[in-house]
């Protein structure tokens, strides 16, 4: 007989997650005090929910029995949920955002670092709120990555646990012998990293607040902007070029990030997912460049080059900025971006998508057919540079991406039978299981999610979830199997 969910013990790790939650809302309310905005009863008061909340659940609860795989997935699953829920709470309580649904819409696409906003009026924001948004943004990058790299692989899922032997790099193992440990290191490397791009930018001639915000929405591949236009706002090539590269090395392995900080400076060129993925940046730019300037969008090779590799990489590691309409692009060019939008970036990434490395794994797996076809005797495994990946590797991946696709086509039937126009659904459904921010039609760069009716938000909020926790992980809780005891 399989033990029952540790119920006290979940809730009990939920009041700590719930408790930190209020306690990072000090930092709004910092921001509030600092440029005098008038915020801080409020933004108090909805800091005091979430502490008093958190420590309720860890007075009434306690820590019991160690945490089985069951147990796992549900602090998982319902985390990420309650983070949405109380991270709303200083869009209500300010009056900034009216309505619950657009405040838990905002929130959950700041946690889960997608970047779909509700927002007509950025600037008019208080800056509290939009440093609010950024920083959830920051903290749910980090959360991703200390999860692929540590506590997915523990429950049997992951990018990071889909290529625990076979592949360089991806495991908490091969960082440090320790969780506590590997989330350290990779604390370290990400606020090193967001410290160097808020350097560069602020010498670009942002403003401190922009720059921080900027380099939180950026490292947390997220797209929260502090302005309406979001990057284009500020004309740039030199914050253009400094967000790329950044948007780039956010969507890349942070394992291989420690390795090279460690003076494994071939970490990256003998990494293949890395290799595929740069290939992919490199490619699609090219492409996207070339056809809008033939295709006479911009002036110039430079011209069309500077917002094609800015575009390319936003949407292919789901950061979502944006510094020209690419629905005014050439048919290839579009057509390119929204391929873009199911890529993602790495596996052990901020990046959302299904990511690179199980793309791989699904064409080398249809090629393996074809051969198969001619030679139906013959063994062939499937290999990503020298190493072999597992019969049940790939069987996992692509159920994955079975799943991811299903979903997709779900989600964008909801949205036509909410009277969303075929572009504008799929566009929504694939920004927001992918974690992207911009789609297309009416939810396309410049545009948001305002219009979309209620109950249409809270399945975009709910995809976001779905699509940043790897979908088995929330899929999962929906079997009968999961709450069966026997």
């Not at 009863?41 to 909805?46: D, G, S, Y």
């Not at 949405?84 to 696409?109: D, T």
């Not at 927001?432 to 399945?459: Q, R």
Request: charged share 10%; aromatic share 12%; hydrophobic share 55%.
């Amino acid at each position: 007989m399989r033990r029952a969910l540790n119920i006290q013990t979940v809730f009990y790790i939920l009041g700590y997650l719930v408790l930190l939650i209020g306690l990072m809302q000090l930092l709004p309310l910092g921001i509030s005090l600092v440029y005098g905005e008038g915020l801080s009863a409020e933004l108090a008061a909805a800091m005091l929910c979430a502490v008093v909340s958190g420590l309720l659940a860890i007075r009434f609860f306690h820590n019991g029995n160690d945490l089985s795989l069951r147990d796992g997935f549900l602090v998982v699953g319902l985390g990420w949920f309650l983070m949405a829920l109380f991270g709303a709470l200083p869009y209500v309580f300010s009056g900034s955002i009216s309505s619950f649904s657009n405040a838990f819409f905002e929130s959950m696409s700041g946690f889960t670092t997608t970047g779909a906003s509700i927002l007509t009026e950025i600037e008019a924001m208080p800056r509290a709120l939009l440093f609010w948004r950024a920083f959830t943004h920051w903290i749910g990058g980090m959360g991703i990555i200390v999860l692929s790299l540590a506590i997915l692989p523990l429950l049997g899922i992951g990018g990071m646990q889909l290529f625990k032997a076979e592949v360089p790099g991806p495991t908490a193992d091969k960082l440090t012998p320790r969780i506590k440990d590997t989330a350290r290191v990779l604390w370290l490397v990400y606020v090193g990293i967001t410290m160097a791009e808020v350097v560069l930018l602020l010498l670009g001639g942002m403003d401190l607040f922009d720059a921080v915000c900027h380099a939180f929405a950026t490292m947390a591949t997220g797209g929260f902007s502090t302005r309406g236009a979001s990057i284009q706002a500020y004309d740039s090539a030199y914050i253009d070029t400094v967000i790329t590269l950044f948007m780039f090395l956010a969507g890349t392995n942070f394992a291989l990030h420690y390795k090279f900080l460690l003076g494994r400076f071939n970490a990256f060129w003998r990494d293949f997912e890395f290799k595929a993925f740069l290939g992919i940046a490199l490619g699609t730019t090219l492409v996207i460049t070339l056809s809008n300037r033939l295709g006479g969008v911009f002036d110039s090779f430079l011209e069309s080059l500077r917002y094609g590799a800015f575009q390319a990489v936003s949407i292919g590691t789901t950061t979502g900025f944006v510094t020209a309409d690419y629905e005014l692009w050439t048919p290839l060019a579009q057509i390119l971006i929204f391929m873009l939008m199911f890529i993602g970036g790495s596996a052990g990434s901020t990046g959302g998508g299904m990511k690179v490395v199980r793309l791989i794994v699904v064409v080398k797996q249809g090629l393996i057919e074809l051969r198969r076809l001619l030679h139906p005797q013959a063994m062939i495994p499937l290999k990503l540079g020298r190493r072999v990946v597992p019969r049940q590797v790939v069987r996992s991946i692509i159920g994955f991406f079975l799943c991811y696709i299903g979903l997709f086509v779900l989600v964008s039937l909801f949205m036509t039978m909410l009277g969303l126009d075929l572009v504008t659904a799929i566009g929504a459904s694939a920004s927001c299981l992918g974690n992207i921010g911009p789609g297309l039609g009416l939810v396309g760069p410049t545009e948001n999610f305002a219009f979309i009716p209620v109950i249409g938000k809270w399945i975009l909020a709910l995809s976001m979830m779905v699509g940043r926790l790897e979908v088995y992980t929330i899929l999962v809780l929906l079997t009968r199997d999961f709450w069966r005891r026997n």
